[in-house]
């Protein structure tokens, strides 16, 4: 439906102009180019002449015709290039070929620092309700993933997102943050600090919103096709049955890509989704190596053979603890645990626990959330 | 003619003696009562007029003006009945020149009922206790209810209690016998309600050792704690449970609190407050309520509290309002209250217990049930426990539910008595430390005593910054912390804090400790 062409100036503002309406969707969109010629054509109609050619209604023109003309394209541009970004059309040479491809391709990409196109990209994504066992996955894949010269895509949302994308931050690797929001915006606030550390670390933040664009709720599933677009393989961590996650994980198998999913306990409902995907046909996700593993042989030459294991994570010596410590550590790989329930099985005071605790938790090898450890750093005996 | 008679009046918890003037003259039948009476202190009037015709004596029909000396402070109660009716009888000349002379050097604080029965009156302790003081030098005999002998037998006053006006004017004019008014037998037995009250002990509590360690700490330093978790964890069982492992009062300390409950009128059966109060006021509570106030100031639950427990169940459903007026009383140990015309300090030297669920639908981090809330949600459920109030708390521990399976393992919890015994031991270092300044637990130590006596141990700097790095603990809250750490030393009998027991204060401080999934 594309055609080949180079645009005018007037024309590309037009149709960053055009963008405005979120609800403005590829395939109509070309629809009334055939009809009205260029958008600039279509920003002069009246309501009435859209919705005469019937491919929107006239409350859809209205709207259309509205927004376009609250929003002004060279403002978006001047925004855009003071934060170093840009703004990449459809028609443009370096448009993601892979969004490209898309039954509704994002018009208008508004793309913040340093987006490489030809980098294998993997989606890792999660709920926003995270447990200490996605987390620790969520971190191993996505250091495994970053390791291997993998680039990782998500959506800066709190819990499996941030995790999976602070990941990548703490060991300098590039990765992508496709937003619900303008790039303009940071969503959620506290994930401000996170968004600078992608762009210092040569990651991007990409969004298809008008730069101003405030979060609203019918942005994030939307989003999510591109997240799903721009990956090679979508790998879900944690989800509940019905989550954010699933839609990018269903969309990515409606664009042929392979999914996979980190298996769970099968009582958690944060790993409903994930579990119920593997039963569907998705691929079991055990470590980073799976997704390597499977990346076609052409792309094998990008991929860095590193040591995937983070300085920390190399420093636990398992062997260096205590026999309590030890005793500790079974109890509480298989669960969260109190301090209490420490205290009643090994049978210690509370100061001795406390200790015993602070130890494991300084060592990193434990963390603690709401007064239940769990272990910190994904790792076997 | 006119006449002068003694009484008291209250000003914050605080007597003062007031002068009751009565002129009677010649004029139109009026009575009128001046010196700022609030609706309790007119109303006497028709109470007096009833009291003092059905005692059989004469009401005269003329013109009546009583001024309640000094004049330019408010005066409320109805305790002024029985003074306003003397001065009325003596000023019509219905007493002998000798129960005039008596009367000089007596004071009345009774109500009256309209048959001319003498009923009890709301602060008396303090009342007394400001004539003992001092402030009324010329008095020797103090006339009030029987319903009130306990209280003045606290502030050590042997009163007067006749039982009506009739009574006590045949008194007066020495026709009845001063051993009929005086009644000592009214002995000061709280035994029996004690039992009544307790019979809650920590040994009920099964399980939840940490939570139980936290209280045990917070009852030897007098520390604040705030108790976190989902419903049914225990939280209001273990905090109802407090009083009974908090050390005894001292005899000042019960002086002041039954003076508080005295002014307020909630002395009621409990005669003298010898057991710490424990105020758990509801959620829905105003600021004024809360801290005190009023157009004629009255102490709030902190002030109500004082020298006990203070106990804020569903402390986040709390109005904002009500708990940002708390970080004053907290901070300084009173409440000022200041009107136009006068201020007045109430005491709220408290320890708070605050308790709320993490989160609206009270389920978040919990493996069994799912919770229902949204993070903004539960940002907000949060936030509504400010930083400046957060930083008055020392101890701030998660309570889990015990599963049933465990529940049933466990043996019956220490006994409340063992645990006091170790929280005495620990005041009494405290007591000992302090003996030369005006604090009276490690919570309230002042930065020099911190200096002076929670000197860090010497490993203790790897420890600290391993957890500050660790735990994202801040660097402002290791006042909170050496503070805490010196009240575990004491229990446990040690001299110097070692680095242990500012290990085990890391348990405590989850408000602010990093979480795992930020």
């Known amino acids: 439906m594309t055609t080949k062409m180079e645009l005018s100036q007037q024309e590309r503002l037009a149709r960053i102009q055009l963008n405005a309406f979120t609800y403005l969707r590829a395939d109509w969109f070309y629809k009334l180019i055939e009809v009205f010629g260029s958008a600039e054509n279509i920003l002069k109609q009246t309501p009435m002449a859209l919705a005469e050619s019937k491919i929107i209604s006239l409350d859809s023109a209205k709207n259309l015709l509205k927004e376009a003309k609250t929003l002004n394209p060279d403002e978006e541009i001047a925004k855009t290039e003071k934060v170093n970004g840009k703004i990449l059309l459809l028609e443009d040479e370096d448009y993601p070929e892979s969004l490209k491809t898309l039954k509704e391709p994002p018009l208008v990409l508004y793309i913040r620092g340093n987006f490489n196109p030809q980098a294998i990209k993997v989606a890792v994504v999660g709920t926003r309700k995270i447990t200490p066992y996605g987390k620790r996955c969520a971190d191993k894949i996505s250091a495994d993933l970053s390791c291997a010269g993998i680039v990782v895509v998500s959506g800066l949302a709190r819990g499996i997102d941030s995790t999976a994308q602070k990941a990548a931050v703490a060991l300098n690797k590039p990765t992508y943050s496709v937003v619900g929001t303008g790039i303009g915006r940071c969503y959620p606030a506290e994930n401000r600090k996170l968004a600078t550390e992608i762009l210092d670390n040569g990651g991007a933040i990409i969004s298809e919103l008008p730069f101003d664009k405030p979060p609203l709720p019918f942005h994030f599933p939307r989003r999510n096709r591109i997240i799903a677009g721009l990956s090679m393989f979508t790998a879900v961590i944690e989800g509940e049955e019905k989550s954010g996650a699933l839609i990018t994980a269903k969309l990515a198998l409606e664009q042929g890509k392979d999914v996979f999913a980190v298996p769970g306990p099968i009582d958690s409902l944060q790993s409903g989704g994930t579990n119920m995907l593997i039963r569907d046909g998705a691929t079991p996700l055990f470590s980073g190596q799976d997704i390597i593993d499977a990346i076609p042989m052409e792309f094998q030459k990008n991929i860095v053979v590193e040591d995937s294991k983070s300085k920390e994570e190399k420093s636990i010596n398992i062997a260096n603890l205590s026999d309590i410590e030890k005793q500790t550590l079974e109890l509480i790989a298989s669960s969260e645990l109190s301090l209490d329930d420490i205290v009643n099985k090994l049978n210690i005071n509370v100061s001795e626990a406390s200790t015993l605790l602070f130890n494991l938790e300084v060592k990193g090898i434990l963390a603690s959330k709401d007064g239940l450890y769990s272990k910190n750093k994904f790792f076997s005996y | ?518």
């Open chain 2, 1 to 518: 003619m006119i006449s002068k008679i003694h009484c008291t009046a209250i000003k914050g918890i605080d007597g003062f003696l007031v002068s009751v003037e009565t002129d009677v003259s010649a004029g139109l039948p009026t009575f009128s009562i001046v010196g700022l009476p609030d609706t309790e202190v007119k109303e006497s009037k028709d109470r007096v007029a009833s009291a003092i015709r059905n005692s059989g004596f004469s009401f005269p029909l003329k013109k009546i003006t009583v001024n309640l000396s000094p004049a330019k402070i408010k005066k409320s109660g109805s305790h002024y009945d029985l003074a306003i009716a003397i001065g009325i009888l003596s000023a019509t000349n219905q007493l002998s020149e000798n129960a005039k002379e008596k009367i000089s050097t007596s004071v009345f604080v009774a109500e009256l009922g309209l048959d001319g029965h003498i009923k009890p009156a709301s602060g008396i302790l303090p009342m007394l206790m400001a004539i003992k003081e001092g402030k009324g030098k010329q008095i020797n005999s103090v006339f009030l209810s029987y319903d009130n002998l306990n209280e003045a037998i606290i502030s050590k006053t042997q009163p007067f209690c006749p039982i009506s006006l009739k009574d006590l004017v045949y008194f007066l004019e020495g026709n009845l016998t001063a051993d009929k008014l005086l009644n000592t037998t009214a002995a000061i037995s709280n035994e029996e309600e004690k039992l009544e009250v307790h019979g809650l002990d920590f040994s009920e509590v099964k399980g939840q050792s940490l939570a139980k360690r936290a209280l045990e700490i917070a009852a030897a330093g007098s520390h604040n704690i705030l108790l976190s978790g989902p419903p049914g964890t225990g939280k209001s069982m273990l905090a109802k449970r407090f009083n009974t492992i908090l050390p005894p009062l001292t005899h000042d300390e019960a002086l002041e609190i039954t003076r508080v409950y005295s002014v307020c009128n909630l002395l009621g059966k409990t005669k003298f407050m010898d057991e710490r109060p424990f105020r758990d006021p509801h959620h829905t509570i105003s600021d004024i309520a809360l801290v005190g106030g009023g157009s004629n100031p009255r102490p709030g639950e902190v002030t109500l509290a004082h020298n006990g427990v203070l106990f804020l169940d569903e402390f986040a459903e709390f109005s904002r309002a009500s708990l940002e007026v708390l970080r004053q009383p907290m901070e300084s140990f009173n409440v000022t209250i200041s009107r136009a015309k006068e201020s007045v300090n109430f005491p709220s030297k408290f320890t708070l217990i605050a308790a709320m669920n993490p989160c609206p639908c009270g389920h978040n981090g919990q493996a069994e049930r799912m919770c229902r809330c949204t993070p903004a949600q539960i940002n907000r459920y949060k936030g509504k426990i400010s930083g400046p109030l957060l930083d008055r708390i020392d101890l701030a521990i998660n309570l889990n539910p015990v599963k049933y399976g465990d529940w049933k393992k466990l043996s019956e919890g220490e006994s409340s008595t063992n645990i006091k015994e170790r929280v005495v031991k620990a005041r009494d270092i405290q007591v000992e430390r302090f003996k030369n300044s005006k604090t009276t637990a490690n919570a309230f130590m002042t930065n020099k005593e911190m200096k002076q006596f929670c000197k860090l141990p010497d490993d203790a700097g790897s420890v600290l910054e391993n957890a500050m790095r660790k735990l994202g603990l801040s660097a402002r809250s290791l006042d909170k912390i050496l503070k805490t750490a010196r009240t575990i030393a004491d229990l446990e009998g040690e001299p110097d804090i070692k680095s242990s027991h500012i290990i085990e204060v890391f348990q405590y401080r989850t408000m602010d400790r990093k979480g795992v999934a930020e």
